[in-house]
């Protein structure tokens, strides 16, 4: 036989109470996540301007050989895609905050936070591709601009 | 949702203008961030379509945007340890301000690390 829920009345004046369904941690999970990833990012980013930057002739030493070199390296390769993903993460989060505080019509934040999820997935899965499935040294490309451990 | 009226300061004061520059500057490195993903990408096309975007990062113009970009991304870093702080530290909230002014000189003083040498490789004419 099956439990019936016994009927409650309330006394006069019971405070309404609030809908408990939707009540999760989320926000909170976001909250620690921004800080968390924060601080590890900090470490990610620093260490990637200053190799593309700072550590030799910076921004005008960088072209394809360059990219090839540094992911001829698993551990540029793991660099980069934590870096991809917590960034990624860390900023679709922090867009999301700005477009719940500034969009006051329900519409207007729904198309918004559509287009952030969108560009968000679109921009992780090409940028894990691209680290996955990268070729140093793809066939018929001019030699001079590859990176110099590519078969001649 | 209520609207705030028009042309408040909030509370004003470094706990304001922090917030919003670490709002401002977060919003602005997303979306370099998005482009940044894609550039990069094109190394999966060939190496020609990557040298050829990357070269537009090398002139003068893009070089002082990546200036500006370093510098918005600096005070986030450092800003958002303050911010970290004053939220798991217990005496975080109460020197804030202090905080505040720390991460402007470590600001400074990387910017002035940074800046020549930076500089240096985008108008150095390599």
């Excluded at chain 1, 993903?85 to 936070?113: F, P, S």
């Excluded at chain 1, 793809?138 to 078969?151: E, I, K, R, T, V």
Aim: charged fraction near 15%.
């Amino acid at each position: 036989m099956a439990e019936t829920t016994p009927l409650v009345i309330e006394a006069p004046r019971t405070p309404a109470r609030r809908r408990t369904t939707t009540r999760t941690n989320y926000e909170l999970y976001g909250w620690v996540f921004m800080r968390a990833s924060g601080v590890v990012l900090v470490v990610l980013i620093f260490g990637h301007l200053f190799l593309n930057l700072i550590d030799g002739d910076g921004i005008s030493a960088i072209d394809f050989g360059f990219v090839a070199g540094k992911w001829a390296s698993p551990l540029w390769q793991v660099w980069d895609l934590l870096m991809l993903w917590l960034a990624m993460i860390h900023g679709t989060n922090g867009v999301r905050t700005i477009i719940n505080d500034y969009a006051e019509r329900t519409g207007t934040r729904v198309v918004l936070k559509s287009a952030l999820y969108l560009a968000f997935t679109v921009v992780v899965v090409l940028g894990t591709l691209v680290i996955f499935t990268f070729d140093p040294c793809p066939a018929g490309a001019a030699a001079d601009l590859l990176p110099s451990f590519c078969p001649r | 949702m209520p609207e705030a009226p028009a042309g408040t300061l909030y509370r004003g004061r470094e706990g304001m203008w922090s917030w919003l520059a670490h709002r401002v500057t977060g919003f602005g490195i997303f979306f370099f961030l998005l482009v940044h993903v894609l550039d990069t990408a094109l190394v999966r096309v060939s190496p020609e379509a990557y040298n050829a975007v990357i070269g537009t990062y090398k002139n003068p113009i893009m070089g002082l945007g990546e200036a500006a970009l370093v510098a918005a991304i600096v005070y986030h870093a450092f800003n958002g340890i303050r911010v970290t702080l004053v939220d798991f530290w217990s005496e975080g909230p109460r020197y804030h301000r202090v905080m505040l002014w720390i991460v402007v000189g470590l600001w400074v003083v990387t910017m002035a690390f940074f800046l020549p040498r930076h500089l240096g490789n985008v108008f150095g004419g390599h």
